[in-house]
């Protein structure tokens, strides 16, 4: 996928910051994580992959699959990022936490939660 490409993806679905996995799926191996930042001086991006503009994985902050949403939340604080891969034992994407989920769980607590307040 072409930088280009991404800015379409953006448009359409209003997220600026994507995943990269090993086939463009959950539960795949995490390659990296690409966002506005990356991508906003490119100049050639019809033919900049996105590979090329990404955050590559030994770069970024993970967590662990099962992490309580409060250290979630201190990781994205202390490391002053705003999206947080989770990872399971084996290095694949499970999910994705993001500063503007974790605002909104602390605004909105009780939002699309079960009367067992399960998301």
């Given amino acids: ?22 086939d463009g799926t959950m539960e ?6 690409v966002t506005k930042r990356d991508t906003d001086f490119l100049e050639q991006r019809g033919s900049t992959p996105v590979s090329e503009a ?7 902050v993970t967590a662990e699959e099962g992490i309580e949403l409060a ?3 201190q990781v994205i604080r202390s490391t002053k990022k705003g999206k947080l891969p989770i990872l399971n ?3 694949r994407l499970v999910a994705l936490m ?4 974790l605002q909104k769980a602390a605004d909105y ?8 307040k399960r998301l």
């Fill in 1 to 22: 996928m072409t930088i280009q490409e991404l800015d379409a993806l953006r448009k359409k679905v209003g997220f600026t910051g994507f995943v990269v996995t090993k």
């Fill in 28 to 33: 795949s191996d995490l390659l990296g994580l």
């Fill in 54 to 60: 990404m955050t590559k994985r030994a770069e970024l």
């Fill in 71 to 73: 250290a979630a939340n």
């Fill in 89 to 91: 034992k084996e290095g």
């Fill in 98 to 101: 993001t500063r503007t989920d």
């Fill in 109 to 116: 607590p009780l939002a699309t939660k079960d009367k067992e």
